[in-house]
Structure formats: C-alpha cells, structure tokens
C-alpha cells in the first residue's frame, strides 16, 4: 500500500514554455531540495438555487480553480537560477573565467512566457502543476542559521492523474550542499552619492535580515471552455524591500546602526545597499561561489528603536527599493534603471531563459 510522507518525497521543477501544457521535470539537474511545500487546490462553490427548497443544499456549482504555489527551502548558490530569476524576469549570464560564470537577474516590464512545471512525489501519487508562476519570494537571513526562501505564486491546475510527469525517479539535484550561510554574508550600507562602497568602512551588520521580492500578476478567467486561468501578467509595480533587525542601539563597535537609519529616514536619504555572499571555491578554479544582492536607489520606510524593558534597545529598520535614472558609484552598470538586481556567481553556463 502507498503511504503519503515527507521523507523521501522529491520535487522538481524546470522552464515551461506553454501556458497549460506540462514539460519534462523528471530528468537531471531538475530536482529541487526543499523543507516544506503547499501546491493546495481551492475551488469556490456557489449553492445550487434550488437548495432553498430543501432542508439540506443540494450538489454545488464549482467556480473556478485556484492553485497555490508556495515552498520554502535552503538557498543555495546553485541549483536555484530559475527559482529566482522568474519574479524579475530578466536573465543574462557571463563568464567570469574559465568555468565561472556570473547569473544577472534584474527587473524587467514583460515576463511573458516565463513560467514554470512543478512536481511533487508525495508517495501516493505525484502532485504535477502543468504552469506555474511565481509572483515573489521572501529571503530570511538570521544569525546561525542556513538562508531560507519562500516563495510565492499561482498555477494553473493539481494534478494526480493524466500528468506528463508520471515519475521522478530520473529528477537529479544540481547539489546537496553549497547553502548560502549567514557567516558568509556581509553588508554595505551608504549614502547614494558617496563613493565606490566598501564591506569593511561602509558594513553594517545586522543579527537578522529579510529580503522581500514581489511583482503583483493578474489572475483572470475568461471564456474558452475551461475553468483555469489564462496566463497572468504583471499587473502593478514591482516591490522589494530589506527589513533589517540589529541587537543593539549603540554607535560602537563598528558595523551597529546609531543613528545612521534614523537620520537617513528623517532627511529622506537615497542609499546604496550591496550584500554579499561568498561561499565555497568553485571546483577546478580559483573563484568562489558568490550571492550579490543590490538595491541602487533605496529609502528608509521604518525606523525604529523600541524599548521593551530592561534588556538591550534593538533597532529594526525597512529599506525599500525605488527606481533610477543612473547606477551609482561601485555598483555595475548591467543593474540598469530597478530598484533591485541580483547577481549569483557559480559554474553553469546556461541562462535559465
């Protein structure tokens, strides 16, 4: 008898290119390391009219199907150049040096026709969402943990029978390890019209970090003989903002905030924020894999010091990102006009689309 459990379980999602229609997950460098997952299905009811001559409703009319896309998983510095690239829409890749290559995924206007299948094996049955789009995903960096990411999205059906994927059994991981790890994180804060940025002078370094990342899409039904919806667009402006926690509201010693974000709040500073992480040496070369996350023109949204007692006054402040005319000093000039860009430096010399 098949029995349903976590352990075990394997997910695997690679590039669509049909609205509705299922590609190939179950094959090499497909398969994604997760923690949890919810690809629920929900589907509204309107109670039959006739129900009201009767003591107990009758059979519902069903609406239309809503499927959710949501996992959380480790970040890792390979294995999740899709994952992030469709909520920006913009992917290039360059070679660094022989055998390293850098992903650049920054904003764009049009994500049309990027999207995704996603499967699960859940023991009974494999759970397959023929098209998926992620809509954002929210990084969570805290102090002696792995770095987490969770996404979100929508897609357009669940199935557990009629799939293309039937098995991932041939759904391999591109990696077990390689987790971006908060001791290798480091973070530079500074105002926009300084000077090239440094990690050491300009570092500010936070017991907790939150990277939120969001590109509203539509979610429409119209009339083709089918209650799944048609393929979202974006529909308003992207957001990404960084929620910063620090432990202590003091000036020494370096790296904790003072006054820095409440002055910038008060006199509506423009800044420049880079984090970056460096992990392991890219086998067979002398570069590391690399996360670099950028925001070119960011303003402080909240600033706050809030006693609570006796104990340390922890500050917590939100960043977010606006868009720019031009990239400011020490930031590439491949960024462009976002509020946000990302960068990941690994071995893979494909562009996820």
Same mark, same amino acid.
């Given at each position: 008898?098949?029995? !349903?459990?976590?352990?075990? *379980?394997?997910?695997?999602?690679?590039?669509?290119?049909?609205?509705?229609?299922?590609?190939?997950?179950?094959?090499?460098?497909?398969?994604?390391?997760?923690?949890?997952?919810?690809?629920?299905?929900?589907?509204?009811?309107?109670?039959?009219?006739?129900?009201?001559?009767?003591?107990?409703?009758?059979?519902?009319?069903?609406?239309?199907?809503?499927?959710?896309?949501?996992?959380?998983?480790?970040?890792?510095?390979?294995?999740?150049?899709?994952?992030?690239?469709?909520?920006?829409?913009?992917?290039?890749? *360059?070679?660094?040096?022989?055998? @390293?290559?850098?992903?650049?995924?920054?904003?764009?206007?049009?994500?049309?026709?990027?999207?995704?299948?996603?499967? @699960?094996?859940?023991?009974?049955?494999?759970?397959?969402?023929?098209?998926?789009?992620?809509?954002?995903?929210?990084?969570?960096?805290?102090?002696?943990?792995?770095?987490? #990411?969770?996404?979100?999205?929508?897609?357009?059906?669940?199935?557990?029978?009629?799939?293309?994927?039937?098995?991932?059994?041939?759904?391999?991981?591109?990696?077990?390890?390689?987790?971006?790890?908060?001791?290798?994180?480091?973070?530079?804060?500074?105002?926009?019209?300084?000077?090239?940025?440094?990690? #050491?002078?300009?570092?500010?370094?936070?017991?907790?970090?939150?990277?939120?990342?969001?590109?509203?899409?539509?979610?429409?039904?119209?009339?083709?003989?089918?209650?799944?919806?048609?393929?979202?667009?974006?529909?308003?402006?992207?957001?990404?903002?960084?929620?910063?926690?620090?432990?202590?509201?003091?000036?020494?010693?370096?790296?904790?905030?003072?006054?820095?974000?409440?002055?910038?709040?008060?006199?509506?500073?423009?800044?420049?924020?880079?984090?970056?992480?460096? !992990?392991?040496?890219?086998?067979?070369?002398?570069?590391?894999?690399?996360?670099?996350?950028?925001?070119?023109?960011?303003?402080?949204?909240?600033?706050?010091?809030?006693?609570?007692?006796?104990?340390?006054?922890?500050?917590?402040?939100?960043?977010?990102?606006?868009?720019?005319?031009?990239?400011?000093?020490?930031?590439?000039?491949? #960024?462009?006009?976002?509020?946000?860009?990302?960068?990941?430096?690994?071995?893979?010399?494909?562009?996820?689309?």
């Amino acid at each position: 008898m098949a029995r !349903g459990a976590g352990i075990g *379980s394997k997910m695997a999602l690679a590039r669509a290119t049909t609205w509705g229609t299922a590609t190939l997950v179950n094959k090499a460098n497909a398969g994604i390391e997760y923690l949890s997952e919810d690809f629920g299905v929900a589907i509204p009811e309107f109670i039959d009219d006739a129900s009201v001559s009767r003591s107990w409703p009758g059979n519902p009319i069903y609406g239309n199907r809503m499927v959710n896309v949501a996992f959380r998983a480790y970040l890792r510095y390979l294995g999740f150049e899709y994952v992030l690239a469709q909520v920006l829409g913009s992917a290039q890749v *360059s070679a660094i040096a022989t055998g @390293v290559y850098a992903h650049k995924y920054s904003y764009t206007a049009d994500i049309t026709g990027v999207m995704a299948t996603l499967a @699960v094996n859940k023991g009974v049955s494999i759970h397959e969402i023929p098209s998926a789009k992620l809509s954002g995903y929210t990084v969570t960096m805290q102090a002696g943990r792995p770095t987490e #990411i969770q996404t979100r999205g929508f897609g357009t059906d669940s199935k557990t029978t009629g799939q293309r994927n039937t098995s991932l059994a041939a759904a391999t991981f591109r990696t077990e390890g390689l987790h971006v790890l908060w001791r290798e994180l480091k973070m530079t804060v500074q105002a926009r019209g300084t000077g090239a940025p440094s990690f #050491i002078a300009d570092s500010y370094q936070p017991s907790a970090n939150e990277l939120t990342s969001d590109r509203p899409l539509s979610q429409h039904w119209v009339m083709n003989n089918s209650d799944q919806m048609i393929e979202p667009i974006i529909d308003g402006a992207p957001n990404a903002t960084m929620r910063l926690t620090f432990p202590r509201y003091a000036t020494a010693p370096a790296g904790t905030p003072g006054n820095f974000f409440f002055e910038s709040a008060q006199n509506n500073t423009a800044l420049k924020v880079w984090l970056r992480g460096i !992990g392991p040496t890219i086998p067979g070369t002398s570069q590391r894999y690399r996360l670099d996350v950028y925001f070119p023109n960011a303003f402080v949204q909240t600033a706050s010091a809030a006693i609570g007692g006796p104990a340390a006054i922890p500050v917590e402040t939100t960043i977010t990102g606006k868009s720019t005319s031009s990239v400011p000093t020490g930031f590439p000039a491949w #960024i462009g006009g976002g509020g946000y860009a990302i960068k990941i430096t690994n071995n893979i010399a494909t562009a996820p689309f």
